[in-house]
């Protein structure tokens, strides 16, 4: 539904009263990256749905990674 309406305000008229010259692309350009969130986050969501019904497992992801790249650092520096 999003874009639809980013593109009825870029291409439709439009009354944004005083400053139209500024507030549209404003305007635009926000809600343009309203839907790159939304995009961003619905594929969060699906990623963490599949792999709860794929695996089952509810744990989260991105702390897992933070673990992995601390205890990366923490092996480099034993070596060392």
Do not use: S
């Not at 809600?31 to 749905?49: K, P, R, S, T």
Request: glycine share 4%; net charge negative.
């Amino acid at each position: 539904m999003l874009p639809v309406f980013i593109y009825q305000i870029a291409f439709n008229e439009v009354d944004f009263g005083m400053g139209e010259v500024v507030i549209k692309p404003f305007f635009l350009y926000m809600l343009c990256c309203l839907f790159i969130l939304h995009v961003y986050w619905l594929n969060l969501f699906l990623q963490i749905i599949y792999r709860f019904v794929a695996t089952g497992d509810d744990e989260d992801v991105q702390t897992e990674a933070a673990f992995e790249e601390d205890d990366k650092k923490d092996d480099k520096v034993k070596v060392q």
